[in-house]
């Protein structure tokens, strides 16, 4: 699919997008039944109706195909739930460091909750928008190595502030290995090779519709309702292709709540 039509069609809310893929493939269905069906009735039953042979075919076809977009429908999901788990994730590690921090002395406790509550800001404010363009930023980034720079200097003076420290890095890097799995996400699509099997297929199964010999009104109407279900489809794999972008994607809702139940309190009026 074209880059620009992606942009186009990313920029439509989930009704919209839906709308589109319906009435792209139910009007080509129905102009297809007025202006090729003609041809294919005297091209395939000029002597004696084929629709048995057809049937048969498209019968054949219809189940590959079938469980083609089931297959991508549940990889689809599965990569959507994959990545909301890591973000619970990266927020459940981002919300331990800021309650660990409790147990740092004065003035590295502030200084670490004051940079926690930046990179939380960063991800709400700067890298989701980003990541709903496609885009991935450096931002977050320079911001975890100053709060490691920070770490890093600290030296503990007593067996607790030691093993409170382990255990805050120790968190830290799940939390980094979480970030690095969002940020892989924002690219993460079905291969391009695999969308033009999807869309051939659906033209296919389309064009059997038109060679199918019957009256007017019932293969408007049966052809309409394949073809409505055929987008509804085809739109489920594409709104969940692209978990990060488009109308339905996944949102920093982990962040907010954690910004808003750990840290919104904590900061300095």
């Not at 496609?134 to 977050?140: I, R, S």
């Not at 290995?177 to 090779?193: K, M, Y």
């Not at 009104?217 to 489809?233: D, E, K, R, S, Y």
Request: proline share 5%; with cysteine; hydrophobic share 50%.
């Amino acid at each position: 699919m074209p880059d620009w039509i992606t942009a186009w069609l990313d920029q439509l809310s989930a009704v919209q997008l839906a709308l589109v893929f319906c009435a792209f493939f139910v009007g080509l269905t129905w102009l297809g039944i007025l202006f090729v069906h003609p041809l294919m009735r005297r091209l395939l039953h000029r002597n004696e109706p084929a629709n048995e042979i057809i049937i048969h075919i498209a019968g054949t076809f219809g189940l590959v195909y079938a469980v083609l977009l089931g297959l991508l429908t549940v990889a689809a999901f599965q990569n959507t739930k994959d990545l909301q788990d890591n973000i619970g994730r990266e927020a459940s590690s981002l919300s331990t460091i800021y309650h660990i921090t409790d147990g740092y002395p004065e003035p590295l406790r502030s200084e670490l909750k004051e940079q926690l509550r930046d990179y939380t800001h960063y991800i709400i404010d700067k890298d989701w928008p980003a990541h709903h363009r496609g885009l991935v930023l450096m931002g977050g980034e320079h911001r975890l190595e100053v709060i490691r720079s920070i770490l890093m200097s600290y030296e503990p003076d007593t067996k607790t502030h030691e093993l409170l420290h382990n255990e805050l890095l120790r968190y830290l890097d799940a939390m980094t290995v979480a970030r690095e799995q969002r940020l892989a996400a924002v690219t993460a699509a079905i291969p391009r090779v695999l969308w033009y099997v999807v869309v051939i297929g659906a033209f296919l199964m389309i064009a059997f519709l038109w060679m199918l010999h019957m009256e007017l009104v019932p293969q408007i109407m049966l052809g309409g309702i394949t073809a409505f279900f055929l987008g509804i489809m085809i739109f489920l794999i594409y709104a969940m292709d692209h978990p990060l972008q488009g109308a339905v994607s996944v949102p920093p809702d982990s962040f907010r709540s954690v910004y808003d139940l750990v840290m919104k309190w904590d900061e300095p009026a």
